[in-house]
């Protein structure tokens, strides 16, 4: 049954059950006056904890919603003002359980969102209810009201632009160094209210410059009454955080950051400096759309902010316009991320050729772990095991067979710690590189196998020597 209708037939049997009461003359005493009516307030949960699970939401000791999963809200519904208990507990559990167990005073009349935000840690990340208070009046004709919280644990105190969507970045944030659990306007106070229209709404971390955030843009409806929750967003997207839209009336929606995420890399061993080209499909390469410069083995860029849409790549020996390598037609989606890498051999043929390869990113952190990506991009090297050495034994192989360009089709988790990982050739015990790796709770890596096995003969003659390449994905 959907909780929403479950919470409904619940508050409807406590009434059917006080007109029964009623009707048997409890209440019906000429000597006593009927008992006033309970007075009501409107109450709502929304779930922005990204990795809870689903939950269920106890009122006043009796379980009112079920099942509630991460992006979800209920409607507005009644119930008795006054210290009301709410708890929330992982889905089917008993609510002595509850993480979040809070009494708050809810006034008569009054529109109240509680918010799950945080996660399972302990500290201020912990999850916990932030309280929305509102009067619970509609926008004024042709405006929208709005109300923002930060519910994004890992992400520090952040400066919010709003914005008209063409506008350059306004020189003052329209909401100033909004911390974790904080919202704005404080509660209570009067919701903010713009005119109905198309906006656009940017977040950099308080005190950078970098853009953390950007929604592109975002129409907002006269009549809105909405709470915009800064989530995390766990897809590959470039930006650590999503809006999660609660309006009044409707099923809450998410926005995800308008941008798509691009990182190129030179990891052809035997190419000199290049320069990279990002243009329009059909384009010509020119100074106006080179975006990266004499970019040598095996450097790579970090990941580029660009806007969502479909372009062709080019790579250019250093200083030239000449395309010796070209991807047409890439299309980035937003909230995507995409490596490019110049992989093969100058003048290599068949799998060794020049060429420009593109792998979709999966960045989202896997809580207490550490997320481990491995690509085989050494063009003269045969299909290799990775293996787990414990001084130069091999004590494990987290990866066999894979070949070159390919990458391993699911990550690695490991827990945090120093690993040394080699490779060998397939089926094989004989170590040919290893290279030790630090890894954090959090991290997430990509370990290209990049560069010549054999650098004084064959196709990779002069090339640059194998070795890791350690990509940061966050």
Avoid: W
Avoid at 354 to 361: I, M
Avoid at 369 to 384: C, E, F, M, T, Y
């Amino acid at each position: 049954m959907n909780p929403h209708s479950l919470l409904r037939l619940r508050l409807g049997a406590v009434a059917l059950s006080l007109l029964t009461l009623t009707a048997c003359g409890v209440f019906d005493d000429d000597d006593e006056a009927a008992p006033p009516p309970i007075a009501q307030t409107q109450l709502r949960a929304v779930h922005a904890s990204a990795d809870t699970p689903a939950v269920d939401v106890f009122i006043n000791g009796t379980r009112a919603l079920a099942g509630v999963t991460f992006g979800q809200t209920s409607g507005f519904n009644a119930v008795p003002a006054g210290t009301t208990r709410v708890q929330v507990a992982v889905a089917n559990q008993a609510a002595s359980t509850s993480p979040i167990d809070v009494s708050i005073p809810l006034s008569a009349g009054r529109d109240y969102t509680a918010i799950a935000v945080g996660s399972g840690a302990t500290g201020p990340s912990r999850l916990q209810a932030v309280l929305i208070d509102d009067a619970g009046t509609a926008p004024a004709a042709g405006q929208v009201k709005l109300r923002v919280v930060h519910g994004a644990p890992a992400v520090p105190a952040v400066d919010i632009f709003v914005s008209a969507p063409s506008d350059p970045l306004p020189a003052q944030p329209t909401i100033a160094g909004l911390s974790f659990a904080q919202q704005a306007p404080a509660a209570a106070q009067t919701a903010l209210s713009v005119p109905a229209g198309s906006y656009r709404v940017r977040a950099r971390v308080a005190g950078q410059t970098a853009i953390a955030f950007d929604s592109g843009p975002l129409a907002l409806a006269a009549g809105t009454d909405a709470v915009i929750v800064a989530v995390p967003d766990g897809g590959p997207s470039l930006s650590p955080i999503q809006l999660l839209i609660a309006a009044k009336g409707s099923p809450a929606t998410f926005v995800r950051d308008s941008r798509a995420a691009l990182r190129v890399a030179h990891f052809s061993p035997n190419v000199p400096a290049v320069d990279v080209f990002l243009k329009a499909p059909g384009a010509a390469n020119a100074a106006a759309n080179r975006a990266l410069s004499g970019v040598v083995f095996p450097q790579d860029s970090g990941f580029l902010a660009v806007d969502a849409g479909t372009y062709d790549a080019s790579v250019a020996l250093a200083g030239s316009l000449n395309g010796v390598l070209d991807l047409n037609g890439a299309a980035l989606a937003r909230g995507t991320s995409t490596s490019v890498f110049a992989i093969g051999l100058l003048n290599g043929s068949g799998l060794q050729a020049l060429r420009l390869a593109a792998y979709a990113d999966e960045r989202a952190p896997v809580a207490g772990q550490a997320k481990v990506r491995v690509i085989h991009l050494s063009p003269d090297a045969p299909a290799v095991d990775v293996v787990a050495l414990n001084g130069s034994a091999i004590a494990s192989r987290p990866v066999t067979n894979l070949a070159f360009p390919n990458a391993t089709s699911a990550a690695l988790n490991l827990p945090p710690g120093s690993y040394t990982l080699g490779v060998t050739a397939t089926g094989t015990d004989t170590v040919v590189a290893s290279q030790t790796f630090a890894l954090a709770a959090g991290d997430v890596v990509t370990v290209a196998a990049v560069g010549c096995l054999n650098t004084t003969a064959g196709a990779c003659i002069g090339g640059q020597a194998f070795q890791f390449k350690v990509l940061n994905d966050r």
